[in-house]
């Protein structure tokens, strides 16, 4: 019976063990989790269950913490290099049975090295792994099930031994990650199914984001902001993560017969709420964030499929009304617009940023686990300093510019290598260009480039 065997050390990564076990039993059932603590009753040789259990599953998920490596017995010896550790000694026995083995890193935890490594383990630096993070688990631990889905079908179809359903196994078509359904969906020739999942997720996420949860009113001092702050855009993230993954995966299939859902998707998180007297500027400027999100991953996705002409439709032919005026998302959506750069630089855990930079790292921070297996790595980076360009330079032919992402370091140092990459994005017969973009004239890219170059040299120089 296919199976998925979690391995964590005690004093470790009991947090992570026990989510995954929760999330993992929750989607294919508790037969099919074999969690140490729970799978094994009373009296029963733990020795001989833990092996037992170990040799029916077909995956062993390891989950790694910051004492993981470092942990030492009585005596001082370090625990790994002990023949006798079970943390070692289930990984070696998952390998000599043919398991597939994933580490799963905590938090910020490095991936493995060779040589910080016995002999007999060397082999787990070398497998793939995923990350889970106290502050995302809910858009980390969908993504794991959703590998395991597509890396071990049989977890959805597989049965429990006795015929009769279990009260803790969902029915048969809730197995199945949400993720991969909507990938098939994705491949169906009639697309409704698409719009009414996406749509669907929208309306869930919307019934979040009220102002009994997300208050724009009550005001405080210069000491407490920075915390709140913090805790109020965390808070939106985790709301929006299964939505965001999911329109990551829709723009990068490259299919134009959903363009209209994801500019419809951005109306919907733009509509302007009543403002009362009472609201306070940080508040409102930050329930700009979900909005900001999802712009930023369609604009990424779009960019990753060579499809910049929906980066010019999201930015600069969708509008919002504001205080009797229409606005371009370009200009709603700005950076500092969202988050002022004083209060991000003073944000908690986003030290170590430059003000004007600090609110684009920690998107990327934020997508990079949102396009993991979607767009993943290099590819992942470079999308997303090329869509950070390639929108300040629609911003600057646009007019006043109030905007420079994390590329700008980069555009200080060498000007030259994020232009030439965006070279066939910028000329005359383009399909940015032929969208409209520029008024369709090279030279106003040109025009739009200097300008850059300009302000680049001004705030970072």
Known sequence: MPGVFVNYRTGDGEWAAA??????????GADQVFY???????GEDFSREILSGLRRCEVLLAIIGPRWSGAVDREGVRRLEKSDDWVRREITEAFQC?????????????????????DALKRLARCQYLRIHHRSDDLDLPRLVDELVELVPELVTAKAAPPAPRVDRPAEGELRSPVTEFRRALAEPVGHTV???????????????????????????????????????????HDLAPLLRLVAIGVRSGDRRHDDLWTALVDRFLRPSP????????WVNAALYPALLLVYVMGVAAVASDREELVHRLLCQTSVDADGRTILVLRALALRNVVDP?????????????????LSVQLRQVLSRVFFNVVDGTAFEWAFADYEFLRSLLELH????????????QLDRDDSVIYERNLARLNADSALLRSGAFGGDPAEVAAAWRELRQATRARYS
């Open 36 to 42: 140490a603590s729970q799978s094994i009753r009373l």
């Open 19 to 28: 989510l995954v076990k929760r999330e993992l039993s929750a989607r294919f």
């Open 398 to 409: 646009d007019g006043a510019f109030s905007s420079l992402g994390e590329f700008a370091v």
């Open 342 to 358: 004083r209060h991000a630089a003073a944000l908690p855990t986003w030290d170590g940023a430059p003000p004007r930079q600090a």
């Open 98 to 118: 043919g398991l597939r083995v994933i580490p799963v890193l905590m938090d910020g935890i490095d991936p493995l090295a060779e040589a910080d490594l016995p």
């Open 195 to 237: 719009t009414d999942r996406v749509q669907a997720a929208a309306s869930s996420v919307l019934e979040l984001l009220t102002e009994s949860r997300y208050p724009v009113s009550g005001h405080l001092d210069d000491s407490e902001l920075p915390a709140e702050l913090e805790k109020r855009l965390t808070g939106y993230e």
């Open 275 to 282: 403002r009362d007297r009472g609201a306070q500027d940080v």
